[in-house]
Every structure is written in C-alpha cells, then in structure tokens.
C-alpha cells in the first residue's frame, strides 16, 4: 500500500504517496478512516458509488467528500476500495462496516478542500497533499 503522513491543526492535512491509481485511492480511504477513527474496520459491509471526472483534482476533493458523506449519512466507515475505470468516470466499490455508539471516534471530518492541492504524477508515482476541514 502507498503512504500516508497526517497533520493535524485546524484542519487535516493528509500527504499521499502511492504506485497506481487503486493504491493512491486505498491510501487516501486509509489516511480518512485514521482520521475518523481508531478503531479497527472489518470488511463486513459494500458500498457503491460513482464519479463523473477524469484523475485530477475534483476526483480526489469528490471522493474523500463521498467518504464523509458516507460517515455522515451512515457511519459507514471504508477499510479499503476496488477503483474501476469507466467510460464516463470511475467506479468505486468501498468495503467496511457501519459503526455504533461503542465505537470511539476521533474527530467529525467537514469536507476535502482544493487548498493547496496538486497532483504530480509521473510514470508509476502519484504524489500529493488533500486538506480536509474539521
């Protein structure tokens, strides 16, 4: 799996480092559980969603604000996720599980932002820097 580095200060600001598009998405749906919590998530459950974009910005601000939502509206929280490429987008298959009112959470995550956020990308290495709001 690709990398992680998380900072914490008025908001979450999440650096990824990863081999392939599946990886950059597993790593980003890591970097997001870690944020929301500690707790560890089976993949017990399946959630299906689609994005209309290409890989650049709006996919990667799209889909962490897809994993809050999912929290917000379900507690669902991802584990990892299968990244099919679509004619008219992606498809992405998220496994998890909901969790309750035993389960510690860390922090309630408000929505990715376009602050500071670009993509490098060169042959097998996807770089960059998602701010999300807490």
Not at 21 to 42: G, H, M, P, Q, Y
Not at 47 to 58: A, Q, Y
Not at 120 to 134: G, L
Request: glycine share 2%.
């Amino acid at each position: 799996m690709g990398r992680f580095h998380i900072e914490i200060k008025n908001d979450v600001e999440i650096y990824i480092e990863a081999d392939s598009l599946n990886d950059c998405f597993n790593t980003i749906t890591s970097a997001i559980k870690d944020v929301i919590t500690d707790e560890k998530i089976e993949s017990k459950k399946i959630e299906i969603f689609h994005l209309k974009d290409d890989f650049n910005e709006d996919l990667i601000v799209n889909f962490v604000n897809e994993l809050i939502y999912l929290f917000d509206t379900k507690y669902f929280v991802a584990r990892k996720v299968e990244v099919s490429e679509k004619k008219n987008g992606f498809e992405f298959k998220l496994y998890g599980d909901f969790l309750n009112d035993r389960n510690k959470i860390n922090r309630l995550v408000k929505s990715a932002t376009y602050h500071e956020l670009n993509i490098e990308r060169k042959e097998n290495n996807i770089k960059f820097k998602v701010v999300v709001d807490i």
